[in-house]
């Protein structure tokens, strides 16, 4: 099975533009415990580069664009968060990396636990380790 895998998140539009509603256990597969978002991020830096032990998000570029790499420990999967209406799943025990980002992107991103900085795993070696 692919590592990309989207919410399709359709917009409810109508002349007047367009609104996407997004609900804990509907269009976003678990209970919502925490919302984050990532702006105004420098041309050229990329970020992420850790994985977690116990956290599922669903990432989505509300504006703008950004590259997300995910890595199982096998397999290394791009896709081009690029419209606010596909959210990209994000499971456990998965290196993530963000890049590319345009000038105008607005990452939102929704997690299903609270931050807990003991949670990151940053180093890729122990990442290996902990996946095979
Ligand atoms: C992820 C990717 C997609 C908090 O205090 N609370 C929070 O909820 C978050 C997410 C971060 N922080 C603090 C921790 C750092 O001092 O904000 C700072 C920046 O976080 P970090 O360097 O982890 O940011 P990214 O963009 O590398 O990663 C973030 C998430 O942390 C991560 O879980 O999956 O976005």
Redesign the pocket.
């Known amino acids: 099975m692919s590592l990309i895998q989207w919410a399709h998140f359709p917009p409810l539009g109508d002349d007047r533009g367009s609104l996407v509603a997004l609900e804990a256990e509907k269009t976003v597969p678990f209970e919502i415990k925490?919302v984050?978002y990532?702006f105004g991020t420098q041309q050229g830096v990329a970020?992420?580069?850790?994985a977690?032990h116990n956290?599922k998000?669903v990432?989505v570029c509300v504006t703008g664009k950004c590259r997300m790499i995910l890595d199982d420990g096998k397999n290394r999967e791009e896709a081009w968060l690029d419209s606010p209406t596909k959210g990209l799943l994000?499971g456990d025990l998965i290196w993530?990396e963000?890049h590319d980002f345009s000038e105008d992107c607005v990452l939102l991103?929704l997690a299903s636990e609270h931050?807990d900085e003991a949670d990151y795993i940053r180093d890729y070696e122990e990442f290996i380790r902990l996946v095979k």
């Open positions: 925490r984050y990532i970020r992420g580069f850790h977690h956290l998000q990432a994000i993530r963000m991103v931050y």
